[in-house]
């Protein structure tokens, strides 16, 4: 059962990536002594195929016990300028995660992993910002008899670092992150990493795409070894600001490649408030 629970973490991490990321454009930039970011979002995912340890693609649980996979999440983000250069963050969700397999349905619902992490602004011009970023994740909804599971149930360090870039005058930005999740219990520490763009349509439309993957400093080709996974994810999305303080966010995300993990249909809508 151990060995079930931990590949059906595999499939559930891809939400926690999807909805581990903001809508901020100034996500790099230090949010700066005594102010505030806190966003909300809920997001739905879906899948009925899977990538096996060699990165092909076949049916959810295989054809011998098909299955189908669905989750229901709401996510909550915090961060707080400490100082003018460090920010403290905190995030955790809610999911309500269901599979079906030969005509048995298997639901959990409950409070997720909870993430405390602290950026430090390393170095910030105009343009241009590098920060590198540290914290823990803390399993505390998971439960060993819970099937599915809530999360993995070890605790992960995680470190790295992030940079964004400027075009202004031109309305546009870049950034990008790289890291590693240094894993307790049987899974494999992982690198993972992210690249984003975004161009504003106008003063309050922002447009946004962006490129995720995470991947195990090991890779055995080891269809049955849930400690091992890659996950590759792209999507586009839309930030809305109502007002200077309110902004309002839809994103798709979709698992193009990978091992180990599900095939993922994810969409997520948010809303942010910054005092």
């Known amino acids: 059962m151990k060995q079930k629970n931990a590949y059906y973490f595999s499939v559930n991490f891809l939400l926690l990536m999807g909805l ?32 096996n340890g060699n990165g092909n693609l076949q049916v959810l649980g295989g054809t011998e016990n098909p299955q189908s996979y669905s989750e229901n999440a709401v996510f909550g983000y915090f961060e707080y300028g400490l100082t003018d250069k460090l920010t403290f963050i905190a995030s955790t969700f809610y999911k309500d995660v269901f599979i079906e397999e030969r005509g048995q349905d298997l639901e959990t619902a409950g409070l997720s992993d909870l993430t405390l992490q602290a950026r430090y602004t390393l170095l910030q011009t105009d343009k241009f910002v590098l920060s590198p970023q540290v914290g823990v994740k803390i399993p505390t909804g998971y439960d060993e008899d819970t099937n599915p599971p809530l999360g993995s149930g070890e605790t992960d360090l995680l470190l790295n670092i992030t940079a964004g870039f400027s075009f202004f005058p031109v309305p546009a930005y870049i950034s990008a992150g790289l890291g590693t999740k240094f894993r307790d219990g049987p899974q494999q520490d992982e690198i993972f990493g992210y690249l984003e763009g975004g161009y504003y349509i106008t003063s309050n439309l922002l447009l946004r795409g962006r490129f995720d993957f995470l991947e195990s400093t090991t890779n055995t080709n080891n269809s049955f070894n849930v400690a091992e996974q890659a996950i590759v994810t792209t999507g586009p999305g839309i930030t809305y600001s109502v007002l200077d303080s309110i902004h309002l966010s839809v994103d798709g995300k979709w698992t193009v490649g990978g091992r180990t993990t599900s095939q993922l249909t994810n969409f997520l809508g948010g809303v942010t408030f910054t005092f």
Do not use: T
């Not at 454009?25 to 195929?49: C, E, H, I, T, V």
């Open 20 to 51: 581990s990321f903001i809508n901020d454009a100034k996500a790099q930039w230090p949010r700066g002594q005594g102010n505030a970011y806190l966003q909300f979002s809920y997001g739905a995912a879906s899948a009925s195929d899977e990538f």
